[in-house]
C-alpha cells in the first residue's frame, strides 16, 4: 500500500518561505514522477510543479522564479520552496507521485495573508 505524507504547510505572511514535504512509502517500485497540485476555493486544481527521476522540472507559469520543487530519491521525498510568497499561493497543496499510477497525499493548506 502507498502512502504519500505531507508536511509543512501553514499561515504566512505576504513575501514569506514556507518547504512543504512529500515523502513516499510502501512501494515496491520506483516512483518517476513527483510534484504537487494546488486547489484554491472555488477554483480547478492546478499543477504547480513537477520532478522526474532524473531531476527535469516543470512549474506553472505563476510560480516560476519564486517555487523550487527538488526530491531525494534515495528517502523517496520531494520537496516544494516556496518564497515570496503571494496571497493567490493560498490554496490546499496535493503533492503525487507516478508509481505505475498515480497516488496523492493528504493535501495540506497553505495561507498567505498581510
Known amino acids: 500500500q502507498v502512502q504519500l505524507v505531507e508536511s509543512g504547510g501553514g499561515l504566512v505572511q505576504i513575501g514569506g518561505s514556507l518547504r512543504l514535504s512529500c515523502a513516499a512509502s510502501?512501494?515496491?517500485?520506483?516512483?518517476?514522477?513527483m510534484g504537487w497540485y494546488r486547489q484554491a476555493p472555488g477554483k480547478q486544481r492546478e499543477l504547480v510543479a513537477a520532478?522526474?527521476?532524473?531531476?527535469?522540472?516543470n512549474y506553472a507559469d505563476s510560480v516560476k522564479g519564486r517555487f523550487t520543487i527538488s526530491r531525494d530519491n534515495a528517502k523517496n521525498t520531494a520537496y516544494l520552496q516556496m518564497n515570496s510568497l503571494k496571497p493567490e499561493d493560498t490554496a490546499v497543496y496535493y503533492c503525487?507521485?507516478?508509481?505505475?499510477?498515480?497516488?496523492w497525499g493528504q493535501g495540506t493548506q497553505v495561507t498567505v495573508s498581510s
Open positions: 503525487y507521485a507516478n508509481i505505475r499510477e498515480r497516488y
Open positions: 520532478i522526474t527521476t532524473s531531476g527535469s522540472t
Open positions: 510502501g512501494s515496491m517500485f520506483s516512483i518517476n514522477v
